[in-house]
């Protein structure tokens, strides 16, 4: 009878308690959890790849300029093709505005595009936008107006690139997967800085090269506080004024910069998000040399 009894027992279920079920419930969130945060990562990767690769194929839409090397320079007009001239021109009348060719057709594509930004070296070669009525109007939207994590460069709508402001403020993402600004911070590298010191930016109205003078980190600072907001200078009302920022760019750069800039030049600051502090970012600024 015994033998019977201890038998029975080894087949019979162990009743489940209340904390039992609690962990299986913890056990089944947690599962689901991982599953969730591997499909957001997923997705997360395949929006930045995608993004990657449409700013890839526009650049393939960009022509380069050795191809106007042979060719006279000339204004083209609707008229020209009509007058026999050479397909080939430098600049070509759009609306009435006269924009370099090589980016006329992105140009068509979307008019809020107002040059390219290239940093030789690095993955940061992209058109930049401009929308002063919506300043943030492309932070989460791609070229195409489509929904981008990553979204695309924009400049400050207190900028001006038309008739250039002292300073250009432009904005882009520091993307975890190394693209748009995030290949900002590696100037925080001297050595990175000394074989990167060159900057593209090529309006569609012209090309423009750039030298950097200051990389560093800050943050955006309260309305009252009376600290350095290097995102609110655009147009020096005095040399004093121009030659304030660029010392206090170059204060807190952490590493000397030779190369400096004083008033009449023109600059372009780069700005991206950094997660040293509380609404931190990292700023790079550069001056026009060409």
Not at 9 to 26: F, S, V
Not at 100 to 126: A, C, F, H, Q, R
Request: proline content about 3%; glycine content about 6%.
């Amino acid at each position: 009878m015994k033998d019977v009894n201890s038998k029975n027992g080894k087949g019979r279920k162990r009743k489940k308690t209340a904390k039992d079920r609690i962990l299986d419930i913890l056990l089944v969130f947690f599962i689901l959890i991982f599953i969730g945060s591997g499909g957001y990562l997923g997705y997360y990767y395949y929006m930045i790849h995608k993004g990657q690769s449409r700013a890839e194929e526009l650049s393939d839409m960009v022509s380069s300029d050795d191809e106007f090397e042979n060719e006279d320079y000339y204004y083209a007009t609707a008229g020209d093709a009509e007058a026999g001239r050479p397909a080939v021109a430098m600049f070509t009348e759009i609306d009435g505005k006269m924009i370099l060719t090589k980016y006329s057709k992105l140009y068509e594509m979307n008019k809020d595009m107002v040059g390219w930004l290239y940093i030789p070296g690095t993955l940061i070669s992209y058109p930049v936008m401009h929308t002063p009525w919506d300043e943030e109007y492309y932070l989460r939207l791609s070229f195409d107006k489509e929904y981008s994590m990553s979204g695309t460069l924009f400049v400050s709508k207190f900028s001006d690139v038309v008739k250039p402001t002292d300073n250009v403020v432009i904005y882009g993402h520091n993307m975890k997967a190394g693209t748009m600004f995030h290949a900002l911070l590696e100037y925080e590298n001297e050595d990175f800085y000394k074989e990167h010191k060159t900057v593209i930016f090529n309006t569609i109205y012209g090309n423009a090269e750039y030298e950097v003078i200051a990389a560093f980190k800050t943050n955006i600072k309260e309305v009252d506080d009376t600290g350095f907001k290097y995102y609110q200078f655009f147009d020096a009302a005095t040399p004093e004024e121009f030659n304030d920022y660029v010392m206090n760019c170059k204060n807190l750069t952490p590493y000397n910069i030779p190369t400096t800039a004083s008033y009449g030049d023109k600059l372009i600051t780069l700005s991206t998000c950094s997660y040293h502090t509380d609404e931190g970012r990292y700023v790079v600024v550069a001056k026009r040399v060409k």
